[in-house]
């Protein structure tokens, strides 16, 4: 399991959430809830790898405040054969998800600000 994570300034955690449900068509859990001033959402998004024969998933976390977005995306499932490898399956689904969130931020009018981009391991 890999977890990325990025930081936002200038970009509001609802606008982020609703930019990113659309992107993914293959979303299968999306929830969005504001409690007082705190924000989050949760998308769940799935696939087919190739590289493994199996399913693999990812869990896209969304949370902030006004203008300041944190995203965290994890990547789950996908492992295959004897020994549970995933030749790099989580790894390609996180980039893929990444180069979507930093393709948004660019196109945004707002002009999203990237502060943070980094894998936690």
């Known amino acids: 399991m890999r977890v990325h994570r990025i930081i936002f300034n ?3 955690p609802k606008e ?7 992107e993914f068509g293959e979303v299968v859990y999306s ?4 409690v007082n001033n705190f924000c989050f959402g949760l998308l769940v998004s799935e696939k087919f790898s190739g590289r493994t024969w199996s399913d693999v998933a990812v869990i ?5 405040m006004e203008d300041t977005t944190e995203i965290d995306i ?3 499932g996908g492992r295959g054969g004897f020994l ?9 689904y996180i980039k893929k998800v990444v180069k979507v969130i930093e393709q948004k931020a660019k196109e ?7 502060v943070e981009s980094k894998y936690i391991e």
């Not at 929830?31 to 504001?34: E, L, R």
Request: aromatic share 10%; glycine share 6%.
């Open 10 to 12: 200038k970009a509001e």
């Open 31 to 34: 929830n969005f809830q504001k």
């Open 74 to 76: 994890t990547s789950a």
């Open 84 to 92: 549970r490898l995933d030749y790099g399956t989580h790894a390609a």
């Open 16 to 22: 982020v959430y609703e930019k990113l449900s659309k």
């Open 108 to 114: 945004n009018s707002v002009s999203w600000e990237i």
């Open 60 to 64: 896209i976390l969304i949370s902030g």
